[in-house]
């Protein structure tokens, strides 16, 4: 969910941006890829082909900085799965009470055998 957030804000954004400064690649690479005319017909009071161009961009850099996020929120993930793991290897010594880990033999406080 988060990730569909991040492409919709990067999405508009990036739209919005491409509006005002249309050459920002590849937008306009895009649209000669398709051999379409330009034209200067509004849809919405904006020139068709400025439009598309502005959408080729903000789809394009939409999923980059999604594939981006994706990548980096999975291994934030993992790291805190490993970091799980290290804190479920503890325990308490029986005579203090002190936090030891789960292999130790004697605690590091009270020195007591395990």
Not at 62 to 68: K, L, Q
Not at 75 to 100: H, V
């Amino acid at each position: 969910m988060k990730g569909a957030i991040v492409f919709l804000v990067f999405f508009v954004l990036f739209t919005a941006i491409t509006l005002q400064y249309a050459t920002l690649p590849p937008g306009r690479e895009l649209y000669k890829i398709l051999k379409v005319p330009d034209t200067d017909y509004p849809v919405i009071g904006i020139p068709a082909t400025n439009l598309v161009i502005a959408l080729f961009n903000g789809i394009m850099y939409g999923i980059i900085v999604w594939v981006i996020f994706t990548i980096l929120d999975h291994s934030r993930k993992g790291k805190k799965t490993k970091t799980a793991k290290k804190t479920e290897a503890k325990k308490f010594c029986i005579n203090c009470g002190t936090e030891i880990l789960d292999k130790s033999k004697y605690c590091s406080k009270c020195g007591a055998a395990q």
